[in-house]
C-alpha cells in the first residue's frame, strides 16, 4: 500500500487536532494502523506519557491525551496525499478493534472520495480524495458557484 511521505521536522504547527482516549498505547496503535506515525512522546512529572504526537503528512499533526472522551465530539479531516483509500480501509477492517469504525471510500458531491475513521473512543478523521478521472469536471464545477477564491486552471 502506498503511504504518504512523513515529515519528521519539528516546526510551529498552523493546525492540529488534539484527542482524548482512554488508553493512550492502544490509541497510538490504531493511529499507526492508520498511516500516522507517533512522532514523540511526551511524559508527565511521575514518568507517564501525557502526550503523544501523531503525525501522517507535513500538518496532519493529531496529539492523543488521556481523558474521558465523548464519542463524536471531535473531528478533523485531512487529504489523503495519494494513498489509496480502499487498501487503507481494508487494512483497517482486517484488525478493527472493538469501538472502531472504518465508512467508505464514498464519493461526495463535490468530486472527492472520503473514508472516515473513527478510533475506538470515537474521535474521527476523514482522509479525502479528489477522484482523478473527474479532474476536469471538478474544476469546471468550481467555476460554477460564488465566493472568495481561485481556482487554478
Partial sequence: MSTPEIDRTIYPMPMFATFQVTDLAA???FYNAAGFVSLATVPGLDGD???VHLRRMKYQDILIVPGEPRRGSATVGFQAGGQDLAELAAALRAALPDGARVE?????????SDL???DPDGNRIILT???EA????????????????IVPD
Fill in 104 to 112: 467508505g471510500p464514498a464519493d461526495t458531491p463535490w468530486f472527492t
Fill in 49 to 51: 506519557p501525557v502526550v
Fill in 27 to 29: 490509541a497510538e496503535a
Fill in 134 to 149: 473527474e479532474r476536469e469536471a471538478a474544476f469546471a464545477w468550481s467555476k460554477e458557484f460564488g465566493g472568495d477564491f
Fill in 129 to 131: 480524495a479528489l477522484r
Fill in 116 to 118: 472516515t475513521i473513527d
